[in-house]
């Protein structure tokens, strides 16, 4: 299936730490962005497909205020978001500039976009948590990108996190942070994780009962047996 409201629904009430699990079992090891911590706790999940940027490190010529106005510019990859993405920023894990400020941050708000992600900091910290725009980063800066970045591309292969991020891939993210599911894969993670929650609901119940772990979590052919016989 295309990657539509029924799949946002869907993966909207599944949580990250299901998600590795899922890709975890397909061979897919490397899915969590380090350092996407909420900027402001109680963010709600939100899913959508990734719109990525790109930075690489200062270069004199380049990283100045004058090219705030290149064609080639954050403020131009602002222009270009649809609504419903969720902005991912390839910071290179650089903390002592930030990426985004309160202005930029609500024209984000404004187009429609779901949640800015990055391995990063954003600066204009009150400002930006005025905007109502979802972050996750690693946290705060006062000075601007130039002072530390150099702003390239977007939509672009991206790593961000220490991991790969292609345009249009899924981006989930929550309280423990965001975790990327490839584009080819979103249909069958569509299809597996309302049932891993489920069980994962059910064995949490029977903790909640006094069970103990070994054929539990993971289950035996008994406790699976009892689990299906659940579900009827």
């Known amino acids: ?7 946002r629904d869907t993966l909207a009430k599944v ?6 699990t899922i890709l975890l079992k397909k061979g897919l090891r490397n899915v969590w962005m380090r350092g996407t911590r909420p900027l402001r706790p109680g963010q709600p999940r939100l899913v959508g497909p990734a719109f990525t940027l790109r930075f690489v490190p200062a ?3 380049l990283a100045t205020p004058e090219s705030w106005a290149s064609p080639i510019s954050t ?6 978001m649809p609504e419903g993405v969720i902005t991912v920023v390839d910071a290179m894990g650089i903390t002592d500039a930030g ?3 309160d202005i930029l941050c ?3 708000k404004k187009r429609g976009v779901a949640a800015l992600i990055t391995d990063g900091v954003v600066r204009d910290v009150a400002g930006v948590l005025g905007t109502g725009l979802p972050v996750w980063c690693q946290g705060a800066a006062a000075p601007p990108s130039v002072a530390g970045l150099t702003f390239v591309a977007w939509q672009q292969p991206i790593g961000c996190g220490g991991v790969a991020v292609f345009p249009d891939d899924i981006v989930v993210v929550d309280g423990d942070g965001a975790v990327l599911i490839p584009a ?4 069958e993670v569509v299809a597996t994780a309302p049932e891993q929650e489920r069980m994962e609901e059910w064995i949490m119940g029977e903790v909640d009962k006094g069970a103990s772990l070994p054929g539990l979590y993971p289950m035996n052919a008994e406790t699976k047996a009892r689990y299906e016989g659940s579900k009827r």
């Open 1 to 7: 299936m295309p990657f539509d409201q029924k799949a």
């Open 15 to 20: 949580a990250t730490a299901t998600i590795t």
């Open 59 to 61: 270069r004199e010529d």
């Open 75 to 80: 403020r131009a990859a602002i222009e270009a």
């Open 99 to 101: 990426i985004f400020g």
């Open 106 to 108: 609500a024209r984000m």
């Open 184 to 187: 080819k894969l979103v249909d």
